[in-house]
């Protein structure tokens, strides 16, 4: 009889796919089943990997976006627990075995939520960076166990509850759409708990370029997402907001924001040489570096000095990605009305 079902969302993912399923394949029992989903990749080749694993195996005619994925693979899956993990991440070593333990005693009404390491096999700074960012956010940013957001690359929820909650939002085809999930949970009076036992590796490969574009659009899609559900009550609009991390997340939004204008001043001291100009770009460096203390001073213990120095840019520029698709957002959602 099967108890669980594994459902691996893939588009143009090839490369980590086969290392993802070999992990996953190693570690689960005769309860379990594997389902992959390929959303019309034009990659080449994704069918010929998934025929040296035995599992289930789907091919979309047309991209539907990962939310219409899953649902898709929860849809056709028999068991009791649906456990979705990404096809760019490597379950950690028994991994299962303590999934399957704790699931045993796990509340009806609770789910539960795994998280990247912060080591990645992927030797880029772009790559290594986003995973140390992953894993400090994880771990350090999120106090409490109880988690009210949602991230949708390693997750593990009952079937009648993802029913209930009626999947993800189709209208969503690009991303957050797994903090919409989240907050629909939440709205329902169901809980995400935070398992940090739950560890996966994370295989995607950044370039500079890919990294900004993908936190831009991911920006982009979250100021719509909270504008979509800011006028309701103050608890709920508290947990769209900020995931429940509020103080975290008034720094996070300040280092968003002054990213232009520390652009702004910049030019003006090259182009000018002005004093005042060369002191307030002093400050704002500054702030950069005392308001992300905590964060630096992490980075040097996982990497050492050399590397946070080569961070630094690129987590500015990271900011400054993030005010650009901040402010697209509102543009899209306010002034042409596009709520999706």
């Given amino acids: 009889m099967i108890k669980y079902s594994v459902i691996i969302p893939v588009y143009n993912s090839k490369e980590p796919l086969g290392i993802c399923l070999d992990a996953i394949k190693k570690q689960v029992n005769k309860q379990t089943e594997?389902?992959?989903?390929?959303?019309?990749?034009?990659?080449?080749?994704?069918?010929?990997?998934?025929?040296?694993?035995?599992?289930?195996?789907?091919?979309?005619?047309?991209?539907?976006?990962?939310?219409?994925?899953?649902?898709?693979g929860a849809k056709r899956a028999?068991?009791?627990?649906?456990?979705?993990?990404?096809?760019?991440?490597?379950?950690?070593?028994?991994?299962?075995?303590?999934?399957?333990?704790?699931?045993?005693?796990?509340?009806?009404?609770?789910?539960?939520?795994?998280?990247?390491?912060?080591?990645?096999?992927?030797?880029?700074?772009?790559?290594?960076?986003?995973?140390?960012?992953?894993?400090?956010?994880?771990?350090?940013?999120?106090?409490?166990?109880?988690?009210?957001?949602?991230?949708?690359?390693?997750?593990?929820?009952?079937?009648?509850?993802?029913?209930?909650?009626?999947?993800?939002?189709?209208?969503?085809?690009?991303?957050?759409?797994?903090?919409d999930f989240g907050f629909r949970l939440f709205q329902k009076g169901y809980r995400v708990l935070l398992d940090k036992k739950l560890i996966v590796t994370h295989l995607k490969r950044f370039s500079l370029l890919g990294l900004l574009k993908n936190d831009a659009k991911l920006s982009f899609a979250k100021v719509k997402h909270i504008s979509r559900n800011?006028?309701?009550?103050?608890r709920e609009k508290l947990i769209v907001i900020s995931g429940g991390r509020v103080s975290e997340m008034y720094l996070i939004l300040l280092n968003v924001f002054l990213a232009p204008v520390f652009l702004l001043v910049m030019l003006v001291a090259i182009l000018y040489r002005n004093t005042f100009t060369l002191y307030l770009l002093?400050?704002?460096?500054?702030?950069?570096?005392?308001?992300?203390?905590?964060?630096?001073?992490?980075?040097?213990?996982?990497?050492?000095?050399?590397?946070?120095?080569?961070?630094?840019?690129?987590?500015?520029?990271?900011?400054?990605?993030?005010?650009?698709?901040?402010?697209?957002?509102?543009?899209?959602?306010?002034l042409l009305g596009r709520k999706y």
């Fill in 78 to 179: 028999k068991g009791e627990w649906l456990i979705f993990i990404d096809s760019d991440v490597v379950v950690s070593d028994n991994f299962f075995k303590g999934l399957f333990k704790k699931l045993k005693h796990l509340p009806h009404n609770v789910c539960l939520q795994g998280v990247y390491g912060w080591q990645t096999p992927i030797d880029n700074i772009y790559s290594q960076y986003k995973n140390l960012y992953y894993f400090y956010n994880f771990f350090y940013r999120i106090k409490k166990e109880r988690y009210s957001y949602l991230s949708s690359h390693c997750f593990i929820i009952r079937r009648d509850v993802f029913k209930a909650v009626e999947g993800f939002n189709r209208q969503i085809k690009t991303v957050i759409e797994d903090a």
């Fill in 282 to 334: 002093v400050l704002l460096l500054l702030f950069l570096l005392i308001s992300n203390f905590n964060f630096f001073k992490f980075i040097v213990l996982k990497k050492r000095t050399v590397f946070l120095l080569k961070v630094i840019p690129v987590y500015y520029l990271d900011m400054l990605s993030a005010f650009w698709g901040s402010v697209t957002g509102v543009i899209d959602y306010f």
């Fill in 230 to 234: 800011f006028f309701r009550n103050d």
């Fill in 34 to 72: 594997i389902i992959v989903v390929d959303d019309c990749s034009t990659q080449k080749g994704i069918k010929e990997i998934v025929k040296n694993f035995t599992l289930r195996f789907f091919q979309l005619k047309k991209n539907c976006g990962a939310g219409r994925v899953r649902n898709f």
